[in-house]
């Protein structure tokens, strides 16, 4: 009887090996939902990530939070995200950026400032939620949803709040995409200008290459260079950001609750240099553009896996009274933004 007893709590413990491979699972079948919505006309220019943070809200307010598997979505949440970002890093060619994007980087760092003051000024004017805004402003400055990862742990923003931010991004940097597309024919800019305006203004590196890949190559080249400057980017923003978040824990007495170093930027850091330097053709480490495609497919599969746990912490009545303002001023910031890199090609 002790054994039969001790068997069903076994199958009933949330902290269970298999209710944990059932959490990780979970999330890459909800990503994998994801990924067949995002072929559905209308949904296919929104994009899986998106796709499966719909999918995963959707759930949570039908069936509820699946307790069970808890940990293993809390896995996919917090390690799976911190190695995406890692493997992030080897989109990022230090030495393209260092070689003919120096001077793209002032651009890159005034819309970054930019964008995250406006955002956050306009908060407060509309007195919306200020972490899911500060959040936007990071990802609308910087590269949307793996900027808005990067930097939640280090303001210490909720699951809620960070879900709920990059599927905001997601859905907005798909509409300015589009909108980019149809504006391109009548704008008075050459495609090298148009390739700049996109890398400098747009959200998501997904977002710039649809904007750009019309304009041709030369174009979408150029944009993905200016795009690649505010990944950059991202690295010191968030050094940035823990200095200001430790002064403010200094100011409320707060010395105690330190800000935990991300230890994960600098796996960031190092995938950049060895995919900048060591990888490729011709480099230390010769490997297939193919290979790489396939890191890159595994990077996207493993941050959409990611954001399915963070979807599930979504409540759509929380959602309904708290992302309403910060979307309006992330909206404002945007067009400002768009308004600010045309004027400064």
């Known amino acids: 009887m002790a054994t039969e007893a001790q068997q069903i709590n076994t199958k009933k413990d949330p902290n269970s090996l298999p209710m944990w491979i059932a959490g990780v699972a979970f999330t890459f079948f909800i990503a994998f939902l994801g990924f067949l919505l995002a072929k559905v006309p209308g949904f296919n220019q929104v994009g899986q990530l998106a796709s499966a943070i719909i999918i995963a809200v959707a ?21 799976l995200l911190r190695l995406a970002i890692i493997l992030y ?13 120096l001077g793209l980087l002032a651009r890159d760092a005034l819309i970054i400032a930019f964008a995250i003051g406006v955002t956050v000024w306009l908060a407060r004017v509309f ?39 990059v599927g905001i991004i997601a859905l907005m940097g798909t509409v300015f995409a589009i ?3 149809v504006l391109r024919p009548i704008l008075p800019l050459d495609a090298i200008d148009y390739g700049i305006w996109s890398g400098t203004s747009l959200h998501e590196l997904a977002h710039v290459a649809i904007a750009a890949e019309p304009a041709g190559d030369s174009a979408l080249a150029i944009a993905l260079l200016a795009k690649l400057g505010r990944v950059f980017l991202l690295v010191p923003l968030c050094f940035i950001f823990i200095y200001f978040m430790k002064r403010k824990s200094k100011g409320n007495g707060e010395e105690q609750n330190k800000v935990a170093f991300p230890y994960f930027l600098i796996g960031f850091i190092v995938m950049s240099i060895l995919g900048s330097y060591v ?23 493993l941050l959409t896996a990611a954001m399915v746990g963070l979807g599930l912490n979504v409540s759509l009545q929380d959602l ?13 910031t945007s067009i400002f ?9």
């Open 279 to 301: 990888f490729g053709e011709g480099q230390a480490l010769p490997v297939s553009e193919g290979v790489m495609e396939g890191v890159y497919t595994l990077t996207a599969w």
């Open 59 to 79: 759930y949570r307010q039908i069936f509820g939070y699946p307790e069970m598997i808890r940990p293993g979505i809390t896995f996919s949440t917090k390690k």
């Open 320 to 332: 309904r009274t708290r992302a309403l303002k910060p979307l309006i001023a992330m909206t404002i």
């Open 337 to 345: 933004v768009s308004l600010l890199a045309f004027f400064i090609i």
């Open 179 to 181: 909108l980019y597309t």
């Open 89 to 101: 890093g080897l989109k990022l060619n230090i030495d393209t950026v260092f070689q003919d994007g």
């Open 127 to 165: 007195k919306a939620d200020k972490n899911i805004s500060l959040l936007l402003g990071v990802g609308t400055g910087v590269c949307g949803a793996a900027a808005i990862a990067a930097v939640a742990p280090i303001v210490k923003a909720k699951d809620e709040d960070t879900a709920i931010g």
